[in-house]
T-cell receptor, first 117, second 114 residues
């Protein structure tokens, strides 16, 4: 079956532009995560959804970052007024069940590489 | 706070050499531990995991043992191949704290020479 897909795979934005990054999780997966991976670093948590509910947004770096998952499947990460420090790969991951399940593996998408000029 | 520290790369080895990538962690609860791998041009993949002390995770010839006394989860392989060239991330989650987010180390780039 299909894995997690993300689009676009590459995005170049001018500083100050708004961008929207899409994530299609594995069908039926309850949990969805967004991570930010700066060049040469490990991924860092941004936000977490259980179905359509955003249960944790503690990792969002500023109020310019906004994520939604209105119908509990596809999710969009929006960045307003992009800055150069937003340049990174944005990873989406989904898992079958909700929190506190030890074998709840997260499956990662290929990522969207955002470059802000 | 919770964190993972792993040895910096790049690590360059010849084919059939022994590999160890060190990883230590700090956690407020009882973590589950993971190694993820990122092959060139591909997404992150789970390589192996261990969910309690003294557990050994293994996959594709790689092994790592959860050592609570030393808070470590070192990745080992007895004989590496060119196809093992990738970036390796040590990571943890705190499922028992009802927290699924993954905390990653900075990654170690591995180059295997033929």
């Amino acid at each position: 079956g299909a894995g997690v897909s993300q689009s676009p795979r590459y995005k170049v934005a001018k500083r100050g532009q708004d961008v929207a990054l899409r994530c299609d999780p594995i069908s039926g997966h309850v949990s969805l995560f967004w991570y930010q991976q700066a060049l040469g670093q490990g991924p860092e948590f941004l936000t977490y959804f259980q179905n359509e509910a955003q249960l944790d947004k503690s990792g969002l770096p500023s109020d310019r970052f906004f994520a939604e998952r209105p119908e509990g499947s596809v999710s969009t990460l929006k960045i307003q007024r992009t800055q150069q420090e937003d340049s990174a790969v944005y990873l989406c991951a989904s898992s079958l069940v909700s929190t506190a399940v030890i074998n709840n593996e997260q499956f990662f998408g290929p990522g969207t590489r955002l470059t802000v000029l | 706070g919770d964190s993972v520290t792993q040895m910096e790369g790049p690590v360059t080895l010849s084919e059939e050499a022994c590999l160890t990538i060190n990883c230590t962690y700090t956690a407020t609860g009882y973590p589950s531990l993971f190694w993820y791998v990122q092959y060139p041009g591909e997404g992150l993949q789970l390589l192996l995991k261990a969910t309690k002390a003294d557990d050994k995770g293994s996959n594709k010839g790689f092994e790592a043992t959860y050592r609570k006394e030393t808070t470590s989860f070192h990745l080992e392989k007895g004989s590496v191949q060119v196809s093992d060239s990738a970036v390796y991330f040590c990571a943890l989650t705190l499922y028992l704290n009802r927290d699924d987010k993954i905390i990653f180390g900075k990654g170690t780039r591995l180059h295997i020479l033929p």
